[in-house]
């Protein structure tokens, strides 16, 4: 079956702009996490979803956001861009969430702000 | 607020040895989860450790869990060279869906 699939591979943006990252689960999987890796800070969690509703959230600045739709795709939202908010964005997805369960990872959205 | 640490964070080996890495947690996690990222890739679960003393291997990686030590380790028997990758291991933060990642070792099995 197909993996998680995250959209766009590659963004390059500039200071202040917003970017909106996309996140399809693999099929059935209800629940959606997002993480961000930097080298500096190595892999930091940002929100996890399930069945629309966030239940968890990281300790990010307001600025960062996400929604999940009905088909269990989701999408993260970077306003008013920093050059620290470059990074490789990753989603995992697994059937219920984390607990007893792998997570599945995509590709991630490599995010470069000038 | 869970803590993850692993070490060494960076480990040069050659192949046919025998390897032990560790990977510390500061409070309580009954869960506990392996992964592998190659360079320019994605993160691959290794293992997936439910309880204490819960041990797991595939091929030549194999992982076990202490929940009394807060303590995981991942040995590994006579290396090869495709296991060069960096390795994560991350705890459940309690009463949450958050993994926390440990910082990662970066290995290199060298011919």
């Known amino acids: 079956k197909a993996g998680v699939t995250q959209t766009p591979r590659y963004l390059i943006k500039t200071r202040g702009q917003q970017v909106t990252l996309s996140c399809s689960p693999i099929?059935?999987?209800?629940?959606v996490s997002w993480y961000q890796q930097t080298p500096g800070q190595g892999l930091q969690f940002l929100f996890e979803?399930?069945?629309?509703?966030?239940?968890n959230k990281g300790n990010f600045p307001g600025r960062f956001s996400g929604r999940q739709f009905s088909n269990s795709r989701s999408e993260m939202n970077v306003s008013t861009l920093e050059l620290g908010d470059s990074a490789l964005y990753l989603c995992?997805?697994?059937?219920?969430?984390?607990?007893?369960?792998?997570?599945?990872f995509g590709s991630g959205t490599q995010l470069s702000v000038l | 607020e869970l803590k993850v640490e692993q070490n060494p964070l960076f480990l040069s080996m050659q192949e046919g040895k025998n390897y032990t890495i560790y990977c510390n947690y500061s409070?309580?996690?009954?869960?506990l989860y392996w992964y592998r990222q190659d360079p320019g890739k994605s993160l691959e679960s290794l293992f997936v450790?439910?309880?204490?003393?819960a041990v797991k291997q595939e091929g030549r990686l194999m992982a076990s869990l202490d929940t009394k030590a807060r303590l995981s380790t991942l040995h590994i028997t006579a290396a090869v060279h495709d296991l060069s990758a960096t390795y994560f291991c991350?705890?459940?933060?309690?009463?949450?869906?958050?993994?926390?990642f440990g910082k990662g070792m970066k290995l290199t099995v060298n011919p």
């Open positions: 450790l439910l309880s204490n003393g």
């Open positions: 409070t309580t996690s009954d869960r």
């Open positions: 991350a705890g459940l933060q309690g009463g949450s869906e958050k993994l926390v």
């Open positions: 099929s059935g999987h209800r629940s």
């Open positions: 979803y399930f069945s629309e509703t966030q239940r």
């Open positions: 995992a997805s697994s059937l219920k969430g984390p607990n007893n369960e792998k997570l599945f």
